[in-house]
């Protein structure tokens, strides 16, 4: 039942999906030897000391004895693993802006209610977004999340991107509270209840042109 209810939503959706070769190749954003992913479930979060691999392996490098049903969700910029004395909260972290070796993608979800209808208006909407949109996954049934390419150099620069390009789609429907720099978004592959987090698009070397006007 859960793969037929999420074949629907796709086909609702009018999103083109990567054929089976190149959706299971995964996000392969340029590594760096300090780059970390910071991977967290219900109960607890782990850190993998290793650039980011594919999303057909991110699970199994993170998680090798194939426990999929806890972790179901990374953050969306890579780490360096340590611990950081975050000022806002007056605590440890190692998940803050101050681990951030990066700020190379922002997350955009959708939130609106009811579910059944936003779900397709918001592919649609990331579709005709001219931004360099790296991945979109099912999130098992509450949302879609995107991960855009921001390529910024500073926090400073990420949170200019935010204003220019990110803010004003949340009169479209964007969660204004998801364009965080260190934002957990989904991970591929992973379960949430008895449904699968799945990869509907895919397209690391994207450019910003709107994915509805690609060949």
Not at 43 to 49: D, G, L, P, S, V
Not at 117 to 132: R, T
Not at 164 to 192: E, I, M, N, Y
Request: charged residues 25%.
């Amino acid at each position: 039942m859960g793969a037929e209810r999420q074949n629907r939503r796709r086909a609702a959706c009018g999103v083109a999906q990567k054929p089976d070769d190149q959706k299971s190749s995964g996000i392969r954003p340029r590594p760096c030897a300090s780059d970390s992913i910071a991977c967290t479930g219900r109960r607890h979060a782990r850190m993998a000391q290793r650039p980011f691999p594919g999303c057909s392996h991110v699970a199994d490098s993170i998680f090798p004895r194939g426990d999929f049903r806890s972790p179901r969700r990374f953050l969306c910029n890579p780490v360096d693993g340590e611990t950081h004395f975050n000022p806002r909260t007056q605590k440890d972290s190692r998940r803050s802006e101050e681990s951030v070796t990066s700020f190379r993608y922002a997350v955009l979800e959708c939130d609106q209610e009811p579910k059944e209808k936003w779900f397709p208006i918001w592919l649609k909407i990331l579709a005709g977004l001219p931004l360099p949109i790296v991945a979109i996954t099912d999130s098992a049934g509450k949302s879609a999340h995107a991960l855009v390419r921001g390529s910024c150099h500073s926090k400073q620069d990420w949170d200019r991107f935010k204003h220019d390009k990110l803010r004003p789609l949340v009169a479209l429907g964007a969660d204004d509270g998801a364009l965080s720099a260190v934002r957990l978004t989904r991970l591929p592959g992973c379960f949430r209840s008895d449904y699968r987090q799945e990869l509907l698009y895919l397209n690391p070397s994207a450019t910003g042109t709107p994915i509805i006007d690609m060949q």
